[in-house]
T-cell receptor, first 114, second 115 residues
Framework: DSGVTQTPKHLITATGQRVTLRCSPR?????VYWYQQSLDQGLQFLIQ???????AKGNILERFSAQQFPDLHSELNLSSLELGDSALYFC?????????????FGSGTQLSVL | AQKVTQAQTEISVVEKEDVTLDCVYE???????LFWYKQPPSGELVFLIR??????QNEISGRYSWNFQKSTSSFNFTITASQVVDSAVYFC????????????FGTGTRLTIIP
């Protein structure tokens, strides 16, 4: 058990809908990261937050947004969903996020867009 | 731009055989970090090892060993005396030391250990 909690584990929704994925980092970790894993794109970095502030942005679509709250949990919002958004979404956390740190990954949220 | 290449898409070996997973990376930075993560059938990503670009010493942890060679930009992973529990997808990843933890992952190698 990595100590990172993601909910829900599975999500099935329709095109055009909006969903929210939730992540609770390990106790004491200040950084949260979101990754998307799909068959065609592999593992892609989406975004990183450090202590409530956005630190780095990757290949995140404009339809997607994220935030990290004062209690350090994070949410990833996906809107106007398309079939191609179906993927496994991972959250990870680390202590500082300054480079070279080991990331602890949650078990992921499997999103299916029908 | 950084890139990680895992040319072996799938490997199958019989239990107790040794197996090496290849990883080749590209980066313009002189300071960077290399990682291996394991994704078992249950789906979560599990950290195995981290190396920084200034430490080329090979590392051994039980049946696992890693060979880092800057001259060939490679960071290969060897499992000795493989076991069925080693069956998983293995990812090599690269992080540049720029104040964030953006990991660039390879496409992964699916390893199947045949009993």
């Amino acid at each position: 058990d990595s100590g990172v909690t993601q909910t829900p584990k599975h999500l099935i929704t329709a095109t055009g809908q909006r969903v929210t994925l939730r992540c609770s980092p390990r106790s004491g970790d200040l950084s949260v990261y979101w990754y998307q894993q799909s068959l065609d794109q592999g593992l892609q970095f989406l975004i990183q937050y450090y202590n409530g502030e956005e630190r780095a942005k990757g290949n995140i679509l404009e339809r997607f947004s994220a935030q990290q709250f004062p209690d350090l949990h994070s949410e990833l919002n996906l809107s106007s969903l398309e079939l191609g958004d179906s993927a496994l979404y991972f959250c990870a956390s680390s202590v500082g996020g300054t480079g070279g740190e080991k990331l602890f990954f949650g078990s992921g949220t499997q999103l299916s867009v029908l | 731009a950084q890139k990680v290449t895992q040319a072996q898409t799938e490997i199958s070996v019989v239990e107790k055989e040794d197996v090496t997973l290849d990883c080749v990376y590209e980066t313009r930075d002189t300071t960077y970090y290399l990682f291996w993560y394991k994704q078992p059938p249950s789906g979560e990503l599990v950290f195995l090892i981290r190396r920084n670009s200034f430490d080329e010493q090979n590392e051994i942890s039980g049946r696992y060993s890693w060979n880092f060679q800057k001259s060939t930009s490679s960071f290969n992973f060897t499992i000795t005396a493989s076991q069925v529990v080693d069956s998983a997808v293995y990812f090599c990843a690269l992080s540049e030391a720029r104040g964030n933890e953006k990991l660039t992952f390879g496409t992964g190698t699916r390893l199947t250990i045949i009993p």
